[in-house]
């Protein structure tokens, strides 16, 4: 493959870093005092580093896998694994890409800025964000169907729910939009591997400049979208799912150290036929 040509337009970075630096300020002091809150009235138990080790083994299972939620639902369990692993995996590869680019200027990155942003690694960076944004789109499209066509009758349109699901919806088509004009400017050997990202391409010919001002004006959207679901991130569920189960693990050590009966150790006290 040929060396990758990055597409190159104005990008506010200025007033980029100073709303990231609130908005992450603020995260991080909402979320310890959501910590905080869901910490009180727990005993701090002193155990040994094993029972710790099941703790954590309990919290992994409870969020990466939603133990819980399969019991209740396997239709709910698939559509939250869907916009649960959707958004980490987008947000972990925003993330390798972000601190790509400075340890590159550093020499730093031991030649992985080049492989993976102009050389054979950009094919899996492109099929990495494809399949897990078009993983999330169909978590929302599917939850949003289940929401509003087929509710069940305990379930209660908040607006803290459609403001997130507003915000993801988002955050995921401008995303795809975002690309659809990069590959606007890219050969066909590359835009192919876009397999979602190439459906938003805009019909015609177009050159730089003529996409510059649109690719300027979707990038602010998108990140700034980003940082202000980045703000209401400590108020909604999808903090609250990370949160709970930490208090499912820190609860566990407790009741391990009381002989309580507690997963995964229930299997074996199930009666038996």
């Known amino acids: ?78 559509l939250h694994l869907l916009i649960f692993f959707g958004f980490i ?11 790509l680019k400075p340890l590159g200027y550093l020499n730093l990155d031991g030649g992985l800025t080049g492989y993976f942003l102009r050389g054979g690694g950009y094919v899996f960076i492109k099929i990495w964000g494809d399949s897990f944004g078009l993983a999330l789109l169909l978590g929302l499209v599917a939850a949003s169907v289940r929401r509003f066509l087929f509710r069940p009758a305990q379930q209660i349109n908040n607006q803290a729910d459609l403001v997130l699901l507003f915000l993801l919806f988002w955050l995921t088509l401008s995303g795809f939009a975002l690309e659809g004009l990069r ?16 459906l938003f391409i805009p019909p015609g010919n177009y050159t730089l400049e003529a996409l510059k001002p649109w690719l300027t004006a979707l990038w602010v959207l998108h990140c700034f979208s980003g940082l202000s ?45």
């Open 89 to 99: 995996a987008l947000a972990f590869l925003s993330l390798f890409l972000f601190l």
């Open 183 to 198: 590959l606007a400017l890219a050969p066909a050997e590359i835009a192919r591997y876009s397999f979602v990202g190439r």
């Open 1 to 78: 493959m040929t060396e990758i040509q990055l597409v190159s337009y104005p990008k506010p970075w200025l007033l980029f870093w100073v709303t990231d630096l609130f908005a992450s300020g603020y995260f991080y002091f909402a979320l310890y005092r959501k910590w905080r809150d869901c910490n009180r009235g727990i005993r701090q138990p002193m155990v040994d580093g094993r029972k710790w080790g099941r703790a954590v083994k309990i919290w992994l299972a409870e969020v990466f896998l939603q133990r819980q939620l399969f019991g209740l639902s396997s239709f709910r369990w698939l």
């Open 229 to 273: 679901l980045l703000l209401y991130l400590p108020h909604s569920k999808l903090l609250h799912s990370i949160l709970s189960p930490l208090v499912i693990g820190m609860n566990a050590l407790e009741e391990q150290e009381r002989k309580d009966l507690y997963w995964p150790d229930v299997a074996k006290h199930r009666a038996t036929r």
